[in-house]
């Protein structure tokens, strides 16, 4: 399933917030295909990191490629490569002033000036695999956060992204939901998707995840299999983080 | 007492006869209104937008702009642009001076009601638009603005409805408004009752529509789960 | 350039600024009556019955649907009609200005007290408070805060508003600026521009603090979360 071909490259990333320096010196390469589970405490930066990866946030040094080439640091470009990257939210964000059909469709139409014949038929099979064809002229108020974190994900697969980044999707969801949710990330992996997932869902993580990467301290502290992450980790810390979530097999 | 005061009192030939007058006032009341209201709107958009931008020298300008707005009454711009000004030569018309004075009150408290709109926006709405591509210009039209405006309607209504109330005070500068009018009737024939009676109908014909509207309208947003009533 | 002198000429200055003052007393009185009225009303807004909610409704909005301009006159012109009593123009200007004062201080009383959400109440009820204690310490304190900035715009909203009593004839700082204007029309033609600069100059210095203070109080207690 993973190909060789490297998708997103990322170089001696460094991120701070006045003195405090979240994390430096980071350094990732994805490739295509690829299922990428970061973990690691709160505040390790886990999350600014995804958020640096679509420019949501400046970083003070280091590179980051996109299928070989450079991304310059200036905001213009980002819009160029946001369509390319997709990004899933904690809080779903929704535009509550639009239903769900017209959120999924504004990206598509007003960004990538696609035809609206053909994306309302992407729509459609997107929105029917998350089985919510029939909520399509909800409004975001309507629907439950579940149901919601899914139209968040179809409205991001909708502009065809190369790469898709998932910042703790489940995390602000009733438990019952979480599930629903989970599937369409797990079904996205085996269809072949190339992720980067921020997650405190363990098994999930075991589940989905290629390769995980445990985070700390402002740097990765272990980079392994799933495998062998969750049964033999190599370092103290990821063995003393993954007591704490009584992850033991 | 109320009905002595209704049945013999008022003289409603009078009244009958004054309608043709009230009806020429509220034309020129809706109109000063109207494009009061219109340009504080233009004006206050401007202003919400350059403090949203944060674009500089004209930040400052716009804020001085709104502190003496909002800190001095209506009658005195006027007066100070009626008979102050036209001792420099500057001769305006007593209706341009009305919009220009309404103007320049009303665009500060609609800056006010936007910009209040503007900061309701979460930014995490902000970074989602981003993240599907969106340019600034795109993120504003479909995302923020019609989200500002929805919770700007409350503050929006009220100041709409304020400026028509205080487009009374022109009569100050000479203007045939439903104020002149009633005071004209007051002046000349000393029929206090029936003049007052007149304006007050005619104020409530004006202002009762429109309050009604937006409050069917701020229902209607609420619905939806956008806008939140104001204090 | 010389008729700027104008306002410093004789007593001029003084009588512009005991004008001002004719304003001052007026927005102060109607204040204080409208803060007392204010809490007393927005108190009986929060009331359960029916009636007594649709009675506050009806004058509140009859109120604020009809210009303050004229009220004045409804006030001015109607009672000495009807109640065949002269009232001073100053009487019934403070008049106006309290009952306006008291529906617009009632419904921010009003809004305050019933935006504090149900669960203060009921944790504090649950730490054993009696319902002294819980005004006291929770209730009220919260309350204020909510409403004191905007209370302190109705302010100057209402000082603002005194402006207008020059309209039924109270002497007050615009009158006198008249006058000014109109005994120095030869010595100094100019006079009008500076006057009514002068009197637009002293509306700013007395409302400026005010508002200033309201925007204060409000991020004083933002930062602190409340």
């Known amino acids: 399933m993973v190909s060789d071909k490297v998708l997103l490259e990322v170089k001696h990333l460094q991120k701070s917030f006045g003195d405090k320096t979240i994390f430096k010196d980071l350094s990732l390469t994805v490739r295509q295909g690829e299922v990428i589970v970061l973990v690691g405490p709160s505040g390790c930066g886990k999350s600014t990191f995804l958020r640096c990866l679509n420019g949501l946030e400046d970083y003070e040094h280091g590179e980051v490629f996109l299928d070989g080439k450079a991304i310059p640091g200036e905001q213009k470009s980002w819009y160029q490569v946001r369509q390319k990257i997709g990004m899933v939210f904690q809080s779903y964000d929704l535009f509550p002033h639009m239903t769900v059909l017209d959120n999924i469709l504004l990206g598509p139409l007003k960004v990538q000036k696609r035809t609206k014949e053909e994306v309302l038929q992407q729509a459609q099979n997107l929105l029917e695999r998350v089985g919510l064809w029939d909520r399509r002229n909800d409004y975001p108020s309507q629907l439950s956060g579940g149901q919601k974190q899914r139209i968040a994900i179809v409205r991001a697969l909708c502009m065809n992204p190369e790469i898709m980044l998932f910042d703790e999707v489940t995390a602000s969801l009733d438990p019952e939901m979480v599930r629903e949710v989970l599937d369409v990330m797990l079904e996205l992996a085996k269809a072949g998707m190339t992720m980067i997932i921020v997650t405190h869902e363990m098994n999930f993580a075991k589940a989905v995840a290629d390769r995980v990467i445990f985070l700390d301290d402002g740097g990765i502290v272990e980079e392994n299999t799933a495998e062998q992450f969750f049964t033999t980790p190599k370092t103290e810390r990821a063995k003393k983080f993954l007591d704490i979530f009584n992850f033991k097999e | 007492m109320v009905a002595r005061f209704l049945f013999e009192v008022m003289d409603y030939q009078f009244i009958v006869n004054s309608i043709p007058l009230y009806v020429k006032a509220m034309e020129l009341t809706l109109i000063l209104s109207f494009w009061g209201i219109l340009f504080s709107i233009v004006l206050g958009c401007i202003c919400a937008m350059v403090d949203y931008f944060k674009i500089p020298v004209l930040k400052t300008v716009v804020k001085v702009y709104v502190e003496i707005s909002r800190n001095t009454p209506l009658l005195i711009q006027l007066f100070f642009l009626y008979y102050g000004l036209t001792q420099f030569g500057v001769r305006l018309e007593g209706e341009t001076c009305a919009i220009i004075g309404l103007t320049f009150l009303g665009g500060s408290y609609m800056a006010e009601a936007l910009r209040s709109g503007l900061d309701a926006v979460h930014k995490t709405q902000v970074e989602s638009g981003l993240s599907i591509g969106l340019t600034n210009w795109q993120l504003m039209r479909y995302i923020i603005l019609p989200q500002a405006c929805a919770v700007a309607v409350p503050s929006f209504a009220a100041n709409v409805i304020f400026l028509l109330k205080e487009t009374s005070v022109v009569s100050a500068i000479a203007l045939a408004d439903l104020m002149f009018v009633a005071k004209d009737l007051i002046g000349m024939y000393y029929r206090t009752s029936e003049a007052l009676l007149m304006l007050v109908v005619a104020y409530l014909i004006i202002l009762l529509p429109i309050s009604i509207l937006f409050s069917y309208l701020e229902g209607r947003l609420r619905q939806h789960g956008l806008g939140s009533g104001n204090i | ?226």
């Open chain 3, 1 to 226: 350039m010389d008729s700027a002198l104008v306002i410093f000429e004789g007593a001029n200055l003084t009588r512009l600024l005991g004008g001002l003052l004719v304003s001052l007393r007026i927005a102060f009185l109607a204040v204080l009556f409208s803060l007392v009225g204010g809490v007393l009303f927005g108190i009986l807004m929060n009331s359960k019955n029916t009636v007594v909610k649709v009675l506050c409704r009806v004058f509140l909005e009859s109120v604020r649907i009809i210009p303050q301009l004229v009220w004045l006159f409804i006030f001015y012109f109607e009672m000495t009609k009807v109640f065949h009593i002269h009232i001073d123009a100053e009487v019934a200007s403070i008049i106006v200005f309290s009952l306006w004062g008291t529906a617009e201080m009632g419904d921010l009383v009003r809004g305050a007290i019933s935006s504090l959400p149900q669960h203060q109440r009921e944790s504090g009820f649950a730490l054993g408070l009696t319902k002294i204690q819980l005004y006291h310490y929770v209730i009220l304190p919260q309350a204020v805060r909510r409403l004191l900035p905007p209370a302190i715009n109705l302010v100057t909203r209402m000082i603002k508003t005194t402006s207008l009593v020059v309209l039924i004839g109270v002497i007050e700082v615009l009158k006198i600026g008249q006058q000014v204007i109109e005994i120095s029309i030869f010595s100094a033609p100019n006079a009008a521009f500076w006057v009514y600069g002068f009197i637009f100059f002293l509306y700013f210095i007395v409302c400026w603090p005010v508002s200033l203070m309201a925007k204060w109080l409000e991020n004083y207690w933002a930062s602190k979360g409340v």
